[in-house]
């Protein structure tokens, strides 16, 4: 496969080609263009002339584009799977949910279009207000600039074109290196599905060098960036007065309450989901886990037998359940955390070892709050058990972190978990389940390092228009 440049509607052959990889088999997958910053600039271009059109269109015109997609895509849903599997060593059912989701993203989207309603202003509340009729609305703004990650190729790219375009807005989008393909494709679906030429560009290469160019551009009015808080606070910081959402990392908590008894093993099944889905490189991945001590010692047998029974293979295999990790580097950095951990006197109850290029699923317990594997953000296959005593304390641990994005608590007691949600320091806070949740209309974002403004397709669209207020003084 060599894929170009998706500029004006189609594929363009590019200056540069980059290769890549598969993580797991290292077998080359295909050539995908390196973008130029002219290159850059020129997508920029194109969709700047599109936005002319895309701000004229009406919302059952984009509803009907975003929909057609969604059919599309479906249609197309193994070829979809395939790519997300191999470039981003994604066990293949794992990447059907993944495509799963987008086609619900371009629908909620498409819906979404046509509930972008403002609101009407009573201006006589204020003296001398009286005799006006006053409302607002949303309006597009021109140009987005997405900077994605490689964790959700496609479906984590949709949460920014689909609203971009609900919104009447353009949108050029710089995909992960490791992941051009996927969102290549998701580019063709849509003019496939009738998009204005142009309306969506996709300039593949490297993000400082691209990055750089979206953000000195005038005509990019927002940057939406998916990724590290380092890149997100580097990018920030240069952006101007360029609207700015930023998705990044965590370190996600959990509590299980010793009122949960009676539940144990099912909780331990979603936890060891939480935990692994994709080796853990998803941005919401339960990463500590604190256990009330009544509950403790079953909690860990349950995990461990569990993660133990994990499959992991070849991604493209239909029973694989964990896979390689994205590069070595991210290999040898948990690996050297897990190392970290253990001469800090942590226990590993399971795994702990490298696998091919990856690493067994992998449970610590009795682990340092200061130690790299509980206050950084892991991206792996690892998660921490550790005992409390008290809600409290699990309350305090949870908190005890530079991040914020979505925590869990598992509890039958109403007033702990009313108590609980109001007290953690998190954008989004799970009663009886996982961090590892999202649906994908729900308000998504971080507080702290994890991120500033939210997606979401309705919270998407709003922080990616102005709201506008329109007086009509009728006396
Ligand atoms: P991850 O750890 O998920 O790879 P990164 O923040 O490194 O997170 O990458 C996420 C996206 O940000 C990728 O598309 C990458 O190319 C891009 N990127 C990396 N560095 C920069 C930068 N300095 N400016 C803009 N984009 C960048």
New binding site residues.
């Given amino acids: 496969m060599k894929k170009g440049l998706f500029l004006s509607g189609e594929e363009k052959a590019a200056a540069n080609y980059y290769s890549v990889f598969n993580p797991h088999t290292e077998g080359l997958i295909g050539e995908a263009a390196d973008g130029t910053p002219s290159e850059m600039s020129e997508a920029i271009e194109k969709a700047d002339e599109a936005y002319k059109k895309m701000k004229t269109l009406t919302s059952n015109e984009k509803a009907g584009i975003l929909s057609r997609a969604a059919t599309i895509l479906r249609d197309r849903k193994e070829e979809a799977a395939r790519i997300i599997s191999q470039e981003a060593c994604k066990p293949v059912t794992a990447a059907r949910t993944e495509v799963q989701r987008t086609v619900q993203t371009l629908q909620f989207s498409g819906e979404e279009t046509k509930r972008m309603n403002g609101e009407y202003l009573q201006l006589d509340a204020a003296e001398g207000g009286e005799g006006r009729d006053a409302y607002t609305l949303h309006e597009s703004i021109g140009v987005v600039g997405a900077?994605?990650?490689?964790?959700f190729p496609l479906n984590l790219v949709t949460h920014k074109v689909g609203p971009a375009i609900a919104a009447g807005n353009t949108i050029v989008v710089?995909?992960?290196?490791?992941t051009p393909f996927s969102s290549l494709l998701l580019a063709e679906i849509l003019s496939e599905a009738g998009l204005h030429p142009g309306a969506i560009a996709i300039v593949p290469?490297?993000?400082?060098?691209?990055?750089?160019v979206?953000?000195k551009d005038e005509r990019i009015k927002k940057i939406s960036?998916?990724?590290?808080?380092?890149?997100?606070k580097?990018?920030k910081a240069e952006a101007g007065l360029k609207k700015m959402t930023l998705e990044?990392?965590s370190n996600s908590p959990m509590y299980v309450d010793q009122s949960c008894r009676g539940e144990v093993s099912e909780v331990a099944e979603k936890s060891v989901k939480g935990a692994f889905a994709y080796n853990g490189?998803v941005c919401l991945s339960t990463q500590r886990i604190y256990v009330h001590e009544e509950i403790f010692d079953d909690f860990i047998q349950e995990c461990s037998e569990k993660t133990a029974r994990l499959q992991f293979g070849d991604p493209l295999e239909e029973s694989t359940e964990v896979s390689s990790l994205?590069n070595k580097k991210?290999q040898q950095r948990l690996y050297e955390w897990i190392k970290e951990a253990k001469a800090e006197g942590a226990e590993v109850l399971a795994g702990g070892e490298k696998v091919g290029n990856g690493l067994e699923p992998t449970i610590l317990s009795n682990v340092s709050s200061t130690s790299s594997i509980s206050c950084k953000e892991a991206?792996g296959p690892v998660v921490i058990i550790n005992k409390v005593k008290s809600s409290e304390e699990a309350l305090e641990q949870m908190n005890n972190s530079r991040f914020g994005l979505n925590a869990g608590v598992f509890t039958n007691d109403l007033k702990q978990a009313v108590d609980m949600a109001h007290r953690i320091e998190a954008g989004q806070v799970l009663i009886n389940d996982v961090p590892t949740l999202r649906f994908d209309h729900m308000p998504y974002g971080g507080v702290k390092d994890s991120g500033y403004g939210r997606e979401g397709v309705k919270y998407a669209i709003e922080e990616m228009t102005e709201l506008k207020m329109i007086s009509i003084k009728y006396r």
């Fill in positions: 900077i994605t990650p490689f964790n710089k995909p992960a290196e490791q290469g490297d993000g400082k060098t691209l990055g750089e979206m953000l960036f998916t990724g590290s808080p380092e890149v997100g580097l990018l990044l990392g490189q994205i991210s991206f």
